[in-house]
Protein backbone atom coordinates (compact mmCIF):
# COMPACT_ATOMS: atom_id res chain seq x y z
CA UNK A 1 0.00 0.00 0.00
CA UNK A 2 1.89 3.64 -0.94
CA UNK A 3 1.04 6.46 1.49
CA UNK A 4 0.94 10.23 1.07
CA UNK A 5 3.75 12.48 2.68
CA UNK A 6 0.96 15.13 2.18
CA UNK A 7 -0.54 14.21 5.73
CA UNK A 8 0.04 14.77 9.41
CA UNK A 9 2.87 14.07 11.06
CA UNK A 10 0.78 11.87 13.51
CA UNK A 11 -0.51 9.90 10.33
CA UNK A 12 2.58 9.29 8.67
CA UNK A 13 4.28 8.15 12.18
CA UNK A 14 1.49 5.58 12.14
CA UNK A 15 2.13 4.57 8.14
CA UNK A 16 5.61 4.05 9.52
CA UNK A 17 5.09 1.87 12.89
CA UNK A 18 2.78 -0.20 10.06
CA UNK A 19 5.87 -0.63 7.66
CA UNK A 20 4.60 1.29 4.60
CA UNK A 21 6.39 2.83 1.62
CA UNK A 22 5.85 6.52 1.52
CA UNK A 23 4.24 8.19 -1.45
CA UNK A 24 5.83 11.85 -2.01
CA UNK A 25 4.61 14.17 -4.55
CA UNK A 26 4.52 10.48 -6.48
CA UNK A 27 7.97 9.55 -5.83
CA UNK A 28 7.44 5.97 -3.73
CA UNK A 29 10.08 5.68 -1.19
CA UNK A 30 11.12 2.59 -0.64
CA UNK A 31 11.15 1.14 3.50
CA UNK A 32 13.51 -1.25 3.34
CA UNK A 33 13.74 -3.95 6.47
CA UNK A 34 16.88 -4.11 8.69
CA UNK A 35 17.39 -7.84 6.84
CA UNK A 36 17.20 -5.98 3.43
CA UNK A 37 19.19 -3.48 4.82
CA UNK A 38 21.75 -5.51 5.78
CA UNK A 39 21.74 -8.06 2.92
CA UNK A 40 21.32 -6.01 0.03
CA UNK A 41 22.15 -2.70 0.66
CA UNK A 42 25.06 -3.37 2.90
CA UNK A 43 25.52 -1.57 6.09
CA UNK A 44 28.62 0.67 5.10
CA UNK A 45 26.51 1.51 2.06
CA UNK A 46 23.20 2.16 4.16
CA UNK A 47 25.36 4.74 6.49
CA UNK A 48 26.72 6.37 3.81
CA UNK A 49 23.54 7.50 1.45
CA UNK A 50 20.94 7.78 4.79
CA UNK A 51 23.94 10.31 6.14
CA UNK A 52 23.34 12.51 2.77
CA UNK A 53 19.96 13.56 4.66
CA UNK A 54 22.31 15.44 7.48
CA UNK A 55 24.97 17.17 5.52
CA UNK A 56 25.26 20.29 5.53
CA UNK A 57 27.16 22.95 2.83
CA UNK A 58 29.82 23.49 5.41
CA UNK A 59 30.63 19.06 5.60
CA UNK A 60 30.85 19.19 1.72
CA UNK A 61 33.17 22.23 0.96
CA UNK A 62 36.50 23.35 2.42
CA UNK A 63 36.33 27.20 1.36
CA UNK A 64 38.55 29.34 3.01
CA UNK A 65 36.22 32.33 2.02
CA UNK A 66 32.91 32.52 4.27
CA UNK A 67 31.09 34.43 1.68
CA UNK A 68 31.66 31.41 -0.99
CA UNK A 69 29.84 29.06 1.86
CA UNK A 70 26.86 31.61 2.12
CA UNK A 71 26.65 31.16 -1.66
CA UNK A 72 26.11 27.54 -2.32
CA UNK A 73 23.53 25.04 -1.34
CA UNK A 74 23.36 21.51 -0.49
CA UNK A 75 21.12 21.26 -3.56
CA UNK A 76 23.48 23.14 -5.63
CA UNK A 77 26.47 20.40 -4.89
CA UNK A 78 24.44 17.69 -5.60
CA UNK A 79 24.02 18.79 -8.88
CA UNK A 80 27.13 19.62 -9.78
CA UNK A 81 30.43 17.89 -7.86
CA UNK A 82 28.09 15.48 -5.80
CA UNK A 83 25.66 14.53 -8.97
CA UNK A 84 26.28 11.19 -9.16
CA UNK A 85 26.37 10.84 -5.36
CA UNK A 86 22.49 12.01 -5.23
CA UNK A 87 21.51 9.81 -8.12
CA UNK A 88 22.74 6.95 -6.30
CA UNK A 89 20.46 7.95 -3.32
CA UNK A 90 17.73 8.65 -5.59
CA UNK A 91 18.10 5.23 -7.42
CA UNK A 92 18.67 3.50 -3.51
CA UNK A 93 15.80 5.09 -2.19
CA UNK A 94 12.96 4.68 -4.66
CA UNK A 95 12.13 2.00 -7.35
CA UNK A 96 12.82 4.77 -9.75
CA UNK A 97 16.23 4.93 -12.24
CA UNK A 98 16.72 8.88 -12.14
CA UNK A 99 19.42 11.41 -14.48
CA UNK A 100 20.47 14.63 -14.52
CA UNK A 101 18.62 17.27 -16.46
CA UNK A 102 20.51 20.67 -17.65
CA UNK A 103 17.38 22.76 -15.61
CA UNK A 104 19.07 21.25 -12.49
CA UNK A 105 16.61 18.90 -12.02
CA UNK A 106 16.25 15.40 -11.53
CA UNK A 107 13.59 13.11 -13.60
CA UNK A 108 12.62 9.95 -13.73
CA UNK A 109 10.19 8.04 -16.14
CA UNK A 110 7.60 5.13 -14.98
CA UNK A 111 8.85 1.98 -16.46
CA UNK A 112 12.17 3.61 -17.04
CA UNK A 113 9.73 4.86 -20.25
CA UNK A 114 10.59 8.16 -21.81
CA UNK A 115 6.65 8.21 -23.30
CA UNK A 116 5.21 7.54 -20.04
CA UNK A 117 5.17 9.96 -16.71
CA UNK A 118 7.85 11.54 -15.23
CA UNK A 119 8.62 12.36 -12.23
CA UNK A 120 11.22 15.12 -10.82
CA UNK A 121 13.61 16.26 -7.75
CA UNK A 122 14.29 19.52 -7.62
CA UNK A 123 14.95 22.79 -5.39
CA UNK A 124 11.29 23.03 -4.79
CA UNK A 125 10.85 19.51 -3.05
CA UNK A 126 14.43 18.57 -2.03
CA UNK A 127 14.36 19.35 1.29
CA UNK A 128 11.24 17.64 1.89
CA UNK A 129 12.50 14.31 0.25
CA UNK A 130 15.55 14.44 2.59
CA UNK A 131 13.92 15.44 5.53
CA UNK A 132 11.47 12.23 5.18
CA UNK A 133 14.23 9.70 4.17
CA UNK A 134 15.60 11.36 7.58
CA UNK A 135 12.98 10.63 9.60
CA UNK A 136 12.54 6.85 7.90
CA UNK A 137 16.51 5.65 8.07
CA UNK A 138 18.68 7.85 9.72
CA UNK A 139 19.30 6.28 14.17
CA UNK A 140 20.71 8.86 15.35
CA UNK A 141 18.25 12.07 14.66
CA UNK A 142 20.12 15.31 14.55
CA UNK A 143 23.36 14.29 13.83
CA UNK A 144 25.74 13.08 10.96
CA UNK A 145 26.16 9.14 11.12
CA UNK A 146 30.08 8.22 12.01
CA UNK A 147 30.95 4.45 11.86
CA UNK A 148 34.53 3.39 11.98
CA UNK A 149 33.13 0.18 9.54
CA UNK A 150 32.86 2.70 6.92
CA UNK A 151 35.61 2.19 4.49
CA UNK A 152 36.72 5.16 1.94
CA UNK A 153 37.62 2.75 -0.71
CA UNK A 154 33.74 1.59 -1.25
CA UNK A 155 33.48 4.71 -3.27
CA UNK A 156 33.17 4.74 -6.58
CA UNK A 157 34.06 8.23 -7.66
CA UNK A 158 36.36 11.10 -6.09
CA UNK A 159 33.22 12.92 -5.10
CA UNK A 160 32.14 9.95 -2.89
CA UNK A 161 35.54 8.79 -1.46
CA UNK A 162 35.09 12.52 -0.23
CA UNK A 163 31.76 11.88 1.68
CA UNK A 164 32.60 8.40 3.02
CA UNK A 165 35.84 10.42 4.87
CA UNK A 166 33.33 12.83 6.54
CA UNK A 167 31.42 10.62 7.73
CA UNK A 168 34.69 8.84 9.08
CA UNK A 169 36.18 12.23 10.29
CA UNK A 170 36.34 12.02 14.14
CA UNK A 171 34.75 14.89 16.27
CA UNK A 172 37.52 17.56 17.28
CA UNK A 173 35.91 16.10 20.89
CA UNK A 174 36.68 12.86 21.29
CA UNK A 175 39.09 10.28 20.86
CA UNK A 176 39.69 9.36 17.03
CA UNK A 177 38.78 5.65 17.58
CA UNK A 178 35.14 6.76 19.56
CA UNK A 179 32.10 7.43 16.93
CA UNK A 180 30.04 10.56 17.98
CA UNK A 181 27.42 8.48 19.04
CA UNK A 182 27.12 5.18 21.22
CA UNK A 183 23.99 4.77 19.14
CA UNK A 184 24.21 2.00 16.31
CA UNK A 185 22.50 -0.54 14.23
CA UNK A 186 24.22 -3.49 15.32
CA UNK A 187 24.02 -2.04 19.46
CA UNK A 188 19.91 -1.58 18.68
CA UNK A 189 19.37 -4.77 17.94
CA UNK A 190 21.79 -6.60 19.97
CA UNK A 191 20.16 -4.27 22.88
CA UNK A 192 16.25 -5.00 21.91
CA UNK A 193 17.25 -8.74 21.85
CA UNK A 194 19.09 -8.94 25.17
CA UNK A 195 15.81 -6.93 26.57
CA UNK A 196 13.17 -10.09 25.42
CA UNK A 197 10.34 -8.06 24.10
CA UNK A 198 9.70 -10.84 21.87
CA UNK A 199 12.67 -10.33 19.09
CA UNK A 200 15.50 -12.50 18.64
CA UNK A 201 18.07 -13.16 15.73
CA UNK A 202 15.48 -15.19 13.65
CA UNK A 203 12.63 -12.69 13.06
CA UNK A 204 14.05 -9.09 14.26
CA UNK A 205 15.36 -8.96 10.34
CA UNK A 206 11.59 -7.92 9.30
CA UNK A 207 11.11 -5.02 10.76
CA UNK A 208 11.79 -1.96 9.29
CA UNK A 209 14.24 0.93 10.68
CA UNK A 210 11.64 3.42 11.84
CA UNK A 211 9.61 0.31 13.87
CA UNK A 212 13.20 -1.06 15.02
CA UNK A 213 13.35 2.83 16.65
CA UNK A 214 10.60 3.23 17.97
CA UNK A 215 11.14 -0.21 19.60
CA UNK A 216 14.10 1.10 20.59
CA UNK A 217 13.23 4.51 22.39
CA UNK A 218 9.96 3.19 23.57
CA UNK A 219 11.55 0.36 26.03
CA UNK A 220 13.96 3.51 27.01
CA UNK A 221 11.09 5.55 27.87
CA UNK A 222 9.40 2.56 30.18
CA UNK A 223 12.68 1.71 32.10
CA UNK A 224 13.29 5.80 32.63
CA UNK A 225 9.53 5.71 33.81
CA UNK A 226 10.03 2.53 36.29
CA UNK A 227 12.54 4.10 37.79
CA UNK A 228 11.00 7.50 38.61
CA UNK A 229 8.35 5.47 40.16
CA UNK A 230 10.71 2.81 41.99
CA UNK A 231 13.01 6.54 43.12
CA UNK A 232 9.72 7.87 44.50
CA UNK A 233 8.20 4.24 46.08
CA UNK A 234 11.55 4.23 48.11
CA UNK A 235 11.74 8.23 48.83
CA UNK A 236 14.85 8.82 46.86
CA UNK A 237 12.79 11.44 44.18
CA UNK A 238 11.74 13.91 46.46
CA UNK A 239 8.16 15.12 44.66
CA UNK A 240 7.48 18.04 46.68
CA UNK A 241 11.39 19.81 45.31
CA UNK A 242 11.04 17.96 42.16
CA UNK A 243 7.29 17.72 41.15
CA UNK A 244 6.96 15.00 38.93
CA UNK A 245 4.43 15.18 35.89
CA UNK A 246 3.34 11.17 35.17
CA UNK A 247 1.76 11.64 32.46
CA UNK A 248 4.88 13.31 30.34
CA UNK A 249 7.25 10.28 31.57
CA UNK A 250 4.25 7.56 30.72
CA UNK A 251 5.75 4.54 29.04
CA UNK A 252 2.53 4.62 26.97
CA UNK A 253 3.13 8.51 25.83
CA UNK A 254 4.05 8.67 22.16
CA UNK A 255 7.86 8.22 20.95
CA UNK A 256 9.28 11.76 19.31
CA UNK A 257 11.53 10.11 16.65
Known amino acids: MKTKFEMSDSELKARLLKGL ?4 QGVVIRNYSIGEIIEDLGLDRYYYLAGLTTVEVKDLVKANNPEDIDKLTVYGLFCNEFRATFIDFLNTFTYLQWEYVSIKEFVAYEDNDRKKKRYRINLNNFEGLMKLIKKMYVINRGEKKNELDIDPIMATSKEAKALAEFFLEPDEKTDKNDSKSGITLNGVINGLISKGVGYNYSNIWDLKMYQLMSLYYGVIRDE ?3 NVITS ?11 PVNFNNIHWSKEVNI
Request: charged fraction near 35%; aromatic fraction near 22%; charge should be negative.
Open 224 to 226: DYQ
Open 232 to 242: VYHGVWDTKKN
Open 21 to 24: DIDY
